[in-house]
C-alpha cells in the first residue's frame, strides 16, 4: 500500500487525514454555509489535494505518484462532501423551522 500511496501511513494519516481533511471540512461547511450547489466543493478538493500531494513530495520526500494523488483527493473530497452536507442539512432545518425538519444527522423533510 506504500507504493500506491506514495508515502508511508504516518504521513498520509498526518497530512491528508488530519490537516488537510480539516481544511476540507472547514471548505465544505463554507461551500453550504453560502448556499452553493454541492459540485462546487469539487474543484476546491482537487486543489487541496494538488496541494498535501506536493506537501508529503516537498516536507516528506514522498513520490510524486497519480495513484497517490487520486487516493488523497478522493479522501478530501470524501471529507468535504460529508461537511457540506452536515452543515447543509443543519441551515435547513434551522433557518427554516417552519417548512423543514431534521430526520438525521444528513437529511431533512417537509413538515407535514
Request: hydrophobic share 55%.
Amino acid at each position: 500500500m506504500v507504493e500506491l500511496l506514495g508515502t508511508s501511513w504516518p504521513v498520509f494519516i498526518g497530512m491528508t487525514v488530519i490537516l488537510t481533511g480539516f481544511a476540507s471540512f472547514m471548505t465544505g461547511q463554507a461551500v453550504a454555509n453560502t448556499w452553493h450547489p454541492m459540485w462546487h466543493v469539487v474543484p476546491y478538493a482537487v486543489l487541496l489535494g494538488v496541494a498535501d500531494r506536493f506537501l508529503i513530495w516537498s516536507l516528506f520526500d514522498g513520490k510524486a505518484l497519480l495513484s497517490g494523488f487520486v487516493i488523497d483527493t478522493l479522501v478530501i473530497l470524501a471529507i468535504a462532501a460529508v461537511a457540506y452536507r452536515l452543515t447543509l442539512a443543519r441551515n435547513m432545518a434551522g433557518q427554516y423551522p417552519w417548512l423543514y425538519e431534521r430526520t438525521g444527522i444528513f437529511t431533512w423533510r417537509a413538515k407535514s
